[in-house]
T-cell receptor, first 111, second 114 residues
Framework: GENVEQHPSTLSVQEGDSAVIKCTYS??????FPWYKQELGKRPQLIIDIRSNVGEKKDQRIAVTLNKTAKHFSLHITETQPEDSAVYFC??????????FGAGTILRVKS | NAGVTQTPKFQVLKTGQSMTLQCAQD?????MSWYRQDPGMGLRLIHY???????DQGEVPNGYNVSRSTTEDFPLRLLSAAPSQTSVYFCASRRWVNRPDTQYFGPGTRLTVL
């Protein structure tokens, strides 16, 4: 079936440390993998995405890596700041260009 | 551009009532979709549409109907509300091209069914 698993469900880090969130997907044909950040009471917003022809993509303090063979991808946030505290969702594209989302990770950055 | 808009922001229904959640976008996006968000379950796809007159089911379509008569609008209808439909509902849109494109979400509708 069309499935995306996301771990961990909650993550607490000290300000300045790095945070890593991992996702696996079920369909080897998936070719688009976005990450969304959702602050409390707000809509999800895209923070970074990667396509299947690329292994890694960076944007300032965030990066995403993709391992197509293993069908998993990860979000890396370096030098975390209190404003990084939010819920993060990974997603993968499936047949019909549908986006299926993981269950989310609550990231808490302690100052 | 207003982007993706949703109305109402909050709604309380009684079991068995029906209602329509409105969604509109002004970006001329062909692809529109509805998700529900429940604690610990992420965003689950209810229905989606790749253009006017075309709709299809997502992961959790039961109890919901959609139609797409224009490119701009994609309403979601609850036929007979049940407490299990208490959730936050997000509408989303993106361009329909030959590869996936950035998806934008509306602000959400918080629905409570008593």
């Amino acid at each position: 079936g069309e499935n995306v698993e996301q771990h961990p469900s909650t993550l607490s880090v000290q300000e300045g440390d790095s945070a890593v969130i991992k996702c696996t997907y079920s369909d080897s044909a998936s070719n688009y993998f976005p990450w969304y950040k959702q602050e409390l009471g707000k809509r999800p917003q895209l923070i970074i995405d990667i396509r299947s022809n690329v292994g890694e993509k960076k944007d300032q303090r965030i990066a995403v890596t993709l391992n197509k063979t293993a069908k998993h991808f990860s979000l890396h946030i370096t030098e975390t700041q209190p404003e990084d505290s939010a819920v993060y969702f990974c997603a993968a594209s499936f047949y019909g260009n549908k986006l299926v989302f993981g269950a989310g990770t609550i990231l808490r950055v302690k100052s | 551009n207003a982007g993706v808009t949703q109305t109402p922001k909050f709604q309380v229904l009684k079991t068995g009532q029906s209602m329509t959640l409105q969604c509109a976008q002004d970006m001329n996006h062909e692809y529109m979709s509805w998700y529900r968000q429940d604690p610990g379950m992420g965003l689950r796809l209810i229905h989606y549409s790749v253009g006017a007159g075309i709709t299809d089911q997502g992961e959790v379509p039961n109890g919901y109907n959609v139609s797409r008569s224009t490119t701009e609008d994609f309403p979601l209808r609850l036929l007979s509300a049940a407490p299990s439909q208490t959730s936050v509902y997000f509408c989303a849109s993106r361009r329909w091209v030959n590869r996936p494109d950035t998806q934008y979400f509306g602000p959400g509708t918080r629905l409570t069914v008593l």
